[in-house]
């Protein structure tokens, strides 16, 4: 089983609103990601969980809280959304995220956000 | 898609095949990825190539490595209408401790009758 689930499938948002997207495995892998994915263009890192500890934030902005709460849930809190955040986000999950070695990353379906 | 380059499209007929390229810059990536989206859909895992193979052959699909020129291609025989869809291309890069996965573009996959 490869799968990553995500919920909700889409979401629809005002600027003032707090939401959170949600993403479970059940792989046993100990690294998850989120991804945010534009229109025709391929995803942006956002955050990787390894082992539950947040490892990378790629200068992502604080309306964007992520949360670890066990190895096979990740959870993405949205918080006074800008429409410009409106996208694909991608949730994904592979077996440690280090070493270097084989860690290929199984994605989830996504969440289509739209902000309004 | 910083350093992976991708041509952005490609037309086929139904029946021929399919050839996608892709280049890379970093010598050290390990691991090479071919992934799949449908529209609306998330990235479905079709391939990959360790970097010390030169070809991976899977059903339909064949992937070519020339680690020389950095150069990767995913062949696809038979392109069927289900076979649209954006194909992207990755390298893993271990970088800080973690691995990152480096994206092309992606290369959107028409096939007509």
């Known amino acids: 089983d490869t799968e990553v689930t995500q919920t909700p499938k889409h979401l629809v948002m005002g600027m003032t609103n707090k939401k959170s997207l949600k993403c479970e495995q059940h792989?046993?892998?100990?690294?998850m990601y989120w991804y945010k994915q534009k229109a025709k263009k391929p995803p942006e890192l956002m955050f990787v969980?390894?082992?539950?500890?947040?490892?990378i934030n790629e200068s992502v902005p604080s309306r964007f809280s992520p949360e670890c709460p066990n190895s096979s849930l990740l959870n993405l809190h949205l918080h006074a959304l800008q429409p410009e955040d409106s996208a694909l986000y991608l949730c994904?999950?592979?077996?440690?995220?280090?070493?270097?070695?084989?860690?290929?990353?199984?994605f989830g379906p996504g969440t289509r956000l739209t902000v309004l | 898609g910083e350093d992976v380059e991708q041509s952005l499209f490609l037309s086929v007929r139904e029946g021929d095949s399919s050839v996608i390229n892709c280049t890379y810059t970093?010598?050290?990536?390990?691991?090479l990825y071919w992934y799949k989206q449908e529209p609306g859909a998330g990235l479905q895992l079709l391939t990959y190539?360790?970097?010390?193979?030169d070809m991976k052959q899977d059903q339909r699909l064949t992937v070519l490595l020339n680690k020389k020129d950095k150069h990767l291609s995913l062949r696809i025989a038979d392109t069927q209408t289900g076979d649209s869809a954006i194909y992207f291309c990755?390298?893993?890069?271990?970088?800080?401790?973690?691995?990152?996965?480096?994206f092309g573009a992606g290369t959107r996959l028409a096939v007509h009758p």
């Open positions: 994904a999950s592979s077996q440690d995220g280090g070493t270097g070695s084989t860690d290929t990353q199984y």
């Open positions: 792989m046993g892998h100990r690294a």
């Open positions: 969980y390894s082992y539950e500890k947040l490892s």
């Open positions: 970093d010598s050290s990536s390990t691991y």
């Open positions: 190539i360790f970097s010390n193979m």
């Open positions: 990755a390298e893993i890069r271990f970088s800080g401790g973690y691995n990152k996965l480096i």
